[in-house]
């Protein structure tokens, strides 16, 4: 795969303000004086409700009348700094049973403005109109709650850590209910105390956001800019006015029951075997700052598939986590760069193909406060054939250091039971790692990490360290990695050993006068990343990923020309996929890559690709397209595909396909139908995967899910022909 740029986040920023030309090469300039220091620190009044509220997206109740409107918005994207051409006026009331807002969404384009991509929970961010509250109750602005709707109502939620540092996994037990106007939209939103994480009522720091798609728009109440996400609280103003109850127990039960149906060969569920099982989780906050997980019996069936990928190039792949338990609160556990990791849940629970091993309990305690952060895992998978079950433990603290800063410290490891005579059982790595942010523009992160393994090997070394800067003209940084040849996390993640990498790279953001209308800004940069052994120094591999033509439209799509130059060096012969083998030696080849994406949140959109120029010692064209339709909010369908040809790659030719059509179908946010099919002709292998959820009540589901993953020729060997009908129903109690 391509490297994985540590410094551009898994999703597109969401804000994209104003820039001006600026120079890039000035070390004044990283140590510019942060935006926030002259921003006037503005207040949002909330006032007692002083009678029953209905969460119906009407805000017609006298309470919603007397309350004070908290401010215009200010626009972050185009112009920084002007009043938002979409006006958004915010409203709070508050009770004994929680904080409510209310806000009213005026639409510049209000017959057609509105952009929803489905129904989902959690929908994705950059695709759909929204409006939302980020809360700091601790109010020291390195912890905050985020939540947002769009006009159908859908939620999104998120916990936030150092302004940057998100769980996108959390869902809070709260309400939101919407309604269409004649110039836009309307918000209510219930937030019981009982969800929100706070110490009392002074101090509380909130903000509030808004994205109006129609015109590409991003505005806020409190303003960031666009080198940080809108959930920094370094740029929030105060709450005042509220009057919440200390905080109380908070606990939550949430059994579970799931049947199966399964079936090999040819014929779908044909003399299947059927199983049946029961599990249990608990949340308990203890205190605002302590929060406790226990699990009995895990189960994840309900999870959502991996997305295939055709990996082309020396190194591993990283797949995302998707399984609930293990992305609450992973942030905690992370030490700043996926790809060299101590800890890597995928690694509990799942195979090394992907496939769920039984998990018999688990637990987790995690707890923050305004002067540090720790947290403890310790999970038993059971064991697979021979080899009986393994217990993993993990441990983490942080220490608060300054304003925006912090140290930290990790320790995962694993035991192997019951393997054979001079197997190593034991397996640990441990890190030290830190964050410091002097502005809201400059940060530096990094780990220094060692292994130890029981028996001979598997004791070594690895670190990385991250310097860059984000402000209103792009961004320049350093990446330096360093992994050992011996370093063998087992609980963790390393996409190759025995290997120092190299990285500066930067991007600009320009604007100038001379773009026409239809282009928002110019943004050039590069990337560079060059690998050599760690154990000789030699240099084995280097891409230079050079941008000279990135064009973002005012529409909010891209289009662009960007050229790598590649260096390869092999010392034994590399196979790119079945049947295809390139001879060890030298190679050097450019790659031309020419790309045009649409608005990502219009009805239809669509994106595509095309990468063409030498391979290693023969040629390869790629192409890959996706497209998206929006026939309503409850029908939305997604296709992409990604052909590669190759001519003469070590001696041969030969083509892969990779095909993903998607379905969503909902009736409502609750109720979801969800299909995905995957060809991968690089292995002759198909995956189809049906979802039904309906959330017959807060977070408690209804899941009905088929699976059938079928290997044609039979050279994917992990995944034989099987069929899966599963039905899984939650519950959630909380006092």
């Known amino acids: 795969m391509t490297i994985q740029d540590p410094r551009v986040p898994l999703r597109r920023r969401a804000s994209r303000a104003c820039a001006r030309r600026l120079p890039v090469g000035t070390f004044a300039l990283l140590l510019s004086a942060s935006a926030v220091a002259s921003q006037e620190t503005l207040v949002a009044h909330a006032s007692e409700a002083g009678g029953e509220l209905r969460v119906d997206g009407r805000l017609d109740e006298a309470a919603w009348a007397g309350a004070a409107d908290i401010g215009p918005f200010i626009q972050v994207d185009p112009t920084a700094g002007a009043p938002s051409r979409a006006p958004t006026e915010v409203r709070l009331l508050w009770d004994e049973v929680g904080l409510y807002v209310g806000a ?85 939103m219930s937030i019981p105390w009982e969800t929100l994480r706070y110490l009392g009522s002074e101090g509380w720091r909130v903000n509030f956001i808004r994205e109006a798609r129609a015109i590409q728009e991003t505005s806020g109440w409190s303003p960031w800019h666009r080198g940080v996400d809108p959930w920094d609280m370094a740029f929030a103003g105060r709450l005042e006015g509220i009057e919440p109850p ?121 707890h923050r406060s305004t002067t540090s952060s720790a947290g403890a895992l310790l999970v038993r998978q059971e064991g697979l054939g021979p080899t009986d079950g393994t217990v993993f433990g993990v441990g983490r603290y942080t220490r608060n250091v300054g304003a925006m800063g912090r140290l930290g ?60 800067n984000n402000a209103t003209w792009g961004y320049v940084g350093w990446l330096q990695e360093y992994i050992g040849p011996e370093w063998e996390p087992r609980t963790g993640f390393t996409f190759t050993s025995d290997v120092i990498v190299t990285s500066p790279a930067f991007t600009l953001d320009l604007r100038p006068d001379w773009l026409p209308d239809w282009i928002r800004s110019y943004a050039p940069g590069t990337t560079v990343f060059l690998f050599h052994r760690a154990s000789t120094g030699a240099f084995f591999s280097g891409t230079v990923t050079i941008r000279p033509l990135t064009l973002v439209l005012e529409n909010g799509g891209r289009v662009g020309l960007r050229v790598r130059p590649e260096w390869q060096r092999f010392d034994r012969a590399f196979r790119p996929i079945g049947g295809i083998q390139v001879p060890a030696g030298d190679y050097r080849f450019d790659r031309w890559t020419a790309f045009a994406s649409h608005d990502p949140s219009a009805n239809v959109t669509g994106s595509a690709e095309y990468t063409w120029g030498p391979f290693y010692d023969g040629t390869l064209d790629r192409a890959e397209l996706s497209g998206k339709v929006i026939l309503t909010s409850h029908l939305v369908a997604f296709a992409s595909w990604e052909h590669n040809r190759f001519r003469g790659v070590g001696g041969l030719d030969g083509t892969t396909d990779l095909v993903t059509p998607e379905l969503r179908v909902a009736l409502n946010p609750r109720v979801e139908l969800a299909g995905i099919w995957q060809y991968n002709t690089a292995v002759e292998a198909s995956s189809l995967n049906l979802r039904l959820s309906w959330e017959y009540r807060p977070l408690s589901f209804l899941y009905v899910v088929y699976n059938d993953n079928a290997s044609i020729d039979g050279a994917l060997n992990p995944f034989p022909a099987r069929r899966q009908l599963i039905i899984k129903g939650t519950f959630l109690w909380q006092s």
Do not use: C
Not at 123 to 149: E, I, K, P
Not at 425 to 446: E, I, M, S
């Open 104 to 188: 009213w969404v005026t639409e510049p384009e209000a017959a057609s403005g509105a952009r929803v991509e489905g129904l989902r929970r959690d929908f994705n961010y950059q695709n759909s109109d929204v409006f939302g509250v980020v809360l700091d109750g601790f109010g020291d602005g390195r912890f905050a709650m985020a939540f947002m709707t769009n006009p159908d109502g859908v939620q999104r939620d998120l916990l936030v850590f150092d302004g940057r540092d998100d769980d996108e996994a959390w869902n809070g037990i709260w309400r939101v209910r919407t309604g269409r106007t004649e110039g836009g939209w309307t918000a209510e």
């Open 246 to 366: 200390p905080p109380s127990l908070n606990f939550q039960l949430q059994p579970y029951s799931v049947g199966r149906s399964e079936s090999v060969g040819s014929t779908a569920l044909e003399d299947a075997t059927s199983t049946g099982d029961v599990g249990l989780d608990v949340k308990w906050a203890v205190t605002p700052n302590t929060v406790v997980d226990l699990t009995w019996n895990m189960d994840f069936a309900q999870a959502e598939v991996d997305r295939q990928v055709i990996n082309l190039e020396r190194f591993s792949v990283f797949f995302p986590e998707r399984r609930t338990f293990f992305l609450e609160s992973a942030g905690l556990f992370d030490t700043g760069l996926d790809v060299i990791s101590p800890f890597y849940s995928r690694r509990i629970g799942l195979d090394d193909s992907g496939l769920p091993v039984p998990v018999t309990a688990g637990g987790r305690v995690t």
């Open 409 to 468: 410290g990790i320790v995962a490891t694993r035991h192997d039971q019951g393997l054979g005579p001079g197997a190593s059982a034991w397996n640990t790595a441990a890190a030290v790692d830190w964050f410091f942010r002097p502005t809201t523009n400059l940060f530096t992160r990094g780990m220094v990490s060692r292994s130890f393994t029981q028996g001979q090997g598997g004791d070594g070394w690895a670190a990385h360290a991250i310097v860059g």
